[in-house]
T-cell receptor
Framework: AQRVTQPEKLLSVFKGAPVELKCNYS??????LFWYVQYSRQRLQLLLR??SRESIKGFTADLNKGETSFHLKKPFAQEEDSAMYYC???????????FGTGTQLKVEL | SQTIHQWPATLVQPVGSPLSLECTVE??????LYWYRQAAGRGLQLLFY??????ISSEVPQNLSASRPQDRQFILSSKKLLLSDSGFYLC???????????FGPGTRLTVL
């Protein structure tokens, strides 16, 4: 069955430490992949998408087809990065996103 | 600019009562529309999506239904609520298939 896995429910790091939020998928072909973020008391919003190959708020994500992964990385965590992060590939013939269960990132001082 | 609205923001309903949550989008035409439920510890689950008026795809069998009576209006309904329907319901839209989705503020539903 096609699925997306975010193995960590909670990830706690110190400010200034590197961050890696894991995402693995099992979809065939070359899926379009997104990372969404939900900050406290804000709406769920797009963080980045792999096709744009850009860095947003210092975060990057590389699609590794061999490992079927799309891990989200940032070299130096900031306190404002604390949020819930969701990995989401496009599925259903391009009509929908399938969200992972999410990882709560907590950046401690 | 485009905006998405959901109401009500919070709702407390007894078991067995009906439900109607509304979502509207402004500033765009023929959007793809989505209903999600965000349950604690279970992430974000897609319930329904719609690519046009009257076109609804259901993702999971459940006690809920969706309708799209107008191009920019998406309604989530139930005839009789269950305790398990409690959760945070999010509506989203995207301009074209496979593109970025934009989320509404959500509705917190508690069924007692």
């Amino acid at each position: 069955a096609q699925r997306v896995t975010q193995p960590e429910k909670l990830l706690s790091v110190f400010k200034g430490a590197p961050v890696e939020l894991k995402c693995n998928y099992s979809y065939s072909g070359s899926p379009e992949l997104f990372w969404y973020v939900q900050y406290s008391r804000q709406r769920l919003q797009l963080l980045l998408r792999h096709i744009s190959r850009e860095s947003i708020k210092g975060f990057t994500a590389d699609l590794n087809k061999g490992e079927t992964s799309f891990h989200l990385k940032k070299p130096f965590a900031q306190e404002e990065d604390s949020a819930m992060y969701y990995c989401a590939p496009v599925t259903g013939g391009g009509n929908k996103l399938t969200f992972g269960t999410g990882t709560q990132l907590k950046v401690e001082l | 600019s485009q905006t998405i609205h959901q109401w009500p923001a919070t709702l407390v309903q007894p078991v067995g009562s009906p439900l109607s949550l509304e979502c509207t989008v402004e500033g765009t035409s023929n959007p793809n529309l989505y209903w999600y439920r965000q349950a604690a510890g279970r992430g974000l689950q897609l319930l329904f999506y719609s690519v046009g008026i009257g076109q609804i795809s259901s993702e999971v069998p459940q006690n809920l239904s969706a309708s799209r009576p107008q191009d920019r209006q998406f309604i989530l309904s139930s005839k009789k609520l269950l305790l398990s329907d409690s959760g945070f319901y999010l509506c989203a839209w995207s301009p074209i298939r496979g593109d970025t989705q934009y989320f509404g503020p959500g509705t917190r539903l508690t069924v007692l």
